[in-house]
């Protein structure tokens, strides 16, 4: 089975389904969470036809997600969001004010309200989840050092709302599960060491019971993907990227 595909991505749901696996939004789990229970996070950065492709997937299945939307033109469509919504998915904002208003908290802080308050016009907006930036030498997560998302009515920021002590994250940044070698920022101080080498292994541990009780996945929805041309230009170009990650990753350290 080819990995990043749209089937294969199916194929996974319906495996963590068949296991006992329940599926809760994040606005939900922060509600009351079940005891098995799986987080569905989207980052919507790039490409989101292929975002109402996953969700209508996720709806066939009786499956709810949280899509996060950025505020630039290549993730925010507004038709797409409002389908996505009306499919009974949570919508949030993937917000990056901080690096794209040069790391001044003022300005960014008023660029995360205007922009809140747009995608609020759209649907109900109840969390909110940081954009890594990577290519930015600014953490989006500092803007919160002087403001504070929840006089907004924000019940959560995943790397902040989260124990990731007792929850385990699965990430596909860099079209690899886990792949910290080339995350700048997609990261969590995790209470877990279990290595995933494809999503035919994470089925796999699935099966074996191998999986921890509580799990939050986030996928980036352009990766995954059913039609041959789009899927190696996501390919190489995640390749490309990677080098470039990897170096900044090496920087860094």
């Given at each position: 089975?080819?990995?990043?595909?749209l089937?294969?991505?199916y194929?996974?749901?319906?495996?963590?389904?068949?296991?006992?696996?329940?599926?809760?939004?994040?606005?939900?789990?922060?509600?009351?969470?079940?005891?098995?229970?799986?987080?569905?996070r989207?980052?919507v950065?790039?490409?989101?036809?292929?975002?109402?492709?996953?969700?209508?997937?996720?709806?066939?299945l009786?499956i709810?997600?949280?899509y996060?939307?950025?505020?630039?033109?290549?993730?925010?469509?507004?038709?797409?969001?409002c389908?996505?919504?009306?499919?009974?998915?949570?919508i949030?904002?993937?917000?990056?004010?901080?690096?794209?208003?040069?790391?001044?908290?003022?300005?960014?802080?008023?660029?995360?309200?205007?922009?809140?308050?747009?995608?609020?016009?759209?649907?109900?907006?109840?969390?909110?989840?940081?954009?890594?930036?990577?290519?930015?030498?600014?953490?989006?997560?500092?803007?919160?050092?002087?403001?504070?998302?929840?006089?907004?009515?924000?019940?959560?920021e995943?790397?902040?709302?989260?124990?990731?002590?007792?929850?385990?994250?699965?990430?596909?940044?860099?079209?690899?599960?886990?792949?910290?070698?080339?995350?700048?920022?997609?990261?969590?101080?995790?209470?877990?060491?279990?290595?995933?080498?494809?999503?035919?292994h994470?089925?796999?541990?699935?099966?074996?019971?191998?999986?921890?009780?509580?799990?939050?996945?986030?996928?980036h929805?352009?990766?995954?993907?059913?039609?041959?041309?789009?899927?190696?230009k996501?390919?190489?170009?995640?390749?490309?990227?990677?080098?470039?990650?990897w170096?900044?990753?090496?920087?860094?350290?």
């Amino acid at each position: 089975m080819m990995d990043f595909t749209l089937n294969t991505y199916y194929a996974l749901l319906e495996t963590l389904l068949a296991q006992g696996f329940l599926f809760q939004s994040f606005t939900e789990f922060l509600q009351s969470h079940h005891h098995r229970v799986i987080m569905l996070r989207h980052d919507v950065d790039l490409r989101p036809e292929n975002s109402l492709k996953i969700a209508k997937l996720e709806h066939d299945l009786g499956i709810s997600a949280s899509y996060y939307f950025r505020a630039v033109p290549e993730s925010w469509d507004e038709a797409i969001i409002c389908e996505i919504a009306g499919l009974g998915h949570e919508i949030g904002y993937h917000y990056e004010n901080l690096s794209s208003c040069k790391g001044k908290p003022d300005r960014a802080w008023e660029d995360f309200q205007a922009n809140l308050a747009k995608l609020r016009k759209l649907a109900t907006v109840n969390t909110i989840c940081m954009h890594g930036s990577p290519m930015s030498r600014i953490n989006n997560l500092d803007l919160w050092k002087t403001h504070d998302y929840k006089i907004l009515d924000i019940l959560g920021e995943p790397y902040l709302d989260v124990d990731f002590s007792k929850v385990f994250y699965l990430s596909d940044t860099g079209r690899r599960w886990n792949h910290t070698g080339v995350s700048v920022r997609d990261r969590v101080d995790s209470g877990f060491d279990i290595q995933v080498n494809s999503t035919g292994h994470l089925m796999n541990l699935a099966r074996q019971g191998r999986l921890p009780k509580q799990i939050m996945i986030n996928t980036h929805p352009q990766r995954w993907e059913d039609r041959t041309l789009p899927w190696l230009k996501e390919l190489v170009w995640q390749n490309v990227k990677n080098r470039a990650k990897w170096a900044l990753v090496k920087l860094k350290s």
